[in-house]
T-cell receptor, first 111, second 113 residues
Framework: KNQVEQSPQSLIILEGKNCTLQ??????????LRWYKQDTGRGPVSLTI?????NTKSNGRYTATLDADTKQSSLHITASQLSDSASYIC??????????FGKGTRLHILP | DAGITQSPRYKITETGRQVTLMCHQT?????MFWYRQDLGHGLRLIYY???????DKGEVPDGYVVSRSKTENFPLTLESATRSQTSVYFC????????????FGEGSRLTVL
């Protein structure tokens, strides 16, 4: 069964610190993986997309990695800011264009 | 402002009533989607549409009806609301298959009493 598992479920860090969010998937055949950021009370917004041949993609302080062999991805946030407080959702698509959502990691940044 | 808009943003209704959530996009994207988001479940697909007059069921379609007479509009109707349909509903659009980004609306929070 195609699944996307994210860890941790929630995370609290101090402003200025770095953190890494994890995503493991069993989706096959794999097409691409996106990380979305969802602020409280808002819709998700795409941060990065990675296809099979890509293993690192950056968007400002956000860096996503992909290991297609182990079916793992991570999202690293550098020098966190209060505005990074949000849910981060890992979304994997298969080659039939079925989209599978993870349940998200809730990140809290404390001043 | 261009984009994807949902209305109403908040709705309280009673069991058995009909409710329609509206979704409008200004990009002329072919694909549109309705998701519901509940604690512990993440986003689940209710219905989607590949073009005007083409709709298809998603993962949790029971109790919902959609239509798409125009490319830009994709309303979602709960014909007889139940308490289990209390949720936050998100409409999304996408310009292309496969690597196309999903663009989400701001969500409609529905409470069924």
């Amino acid at each position: 069964k195609n699944q996307v598992e994210q860890s941790p479920q929630s995370l609290i860090i101090l402003e200025g610190k770095n953190c890494t969010l994890q995503c493991n998937y069993t989706v096959s055949p794999f097409s691409n993986l996106r990380w979305y950021k969802q602020d409280t009370g808002r819709g998700p917004v795409s941060l990065t997309i990675m296809t099979f041949s890509e293993n690192t993609k950056s968007n400002g302080r956000y860096t996503a990695t992909l290991d297609a062999d182990t079916k793992q991805s991570s999202l690293h946030i550098t020098a966190s800011q209060l505005s990074d407080s949000a849910s981060y959702i890992c979304v994997v698509s298969d080659r039939d264009d079925k989209i599978i959502f993870g349940k998200g990691t809730r990140l809290h940044i404390l001043p | 402002d261009a984009g994807i808009t949902q209305s109403p943003r908040y709705k309280i209704t009673e069991t058995g009533r009909q409710v329609t959530l509206m979704c409008h996009q200004t990009w002329s994207h072919s694909y549109m989607f309705w998701y519901r988001q509940d604690l512990g479940h993440g986003l689940r697909l209710i219905y989607y549409s590949a073009a005007a007059d083409i709709t298809d069921k998603g993962e949790v379609p029971d109790g919902y009806v959609v239509s798409r007479s125009k490319t830009e509009n994709f309303p979602l109707t709960l014909e007889s609301a139940t308490r289990s349909q209390t949720s936050v509903y998100f409409c999304a659009s996408r310009s292309q298959l496969y690597t196309g980004e999903l663009f989400f609306g701001e969500g409609s929070r529905l409470t069924v009493l």
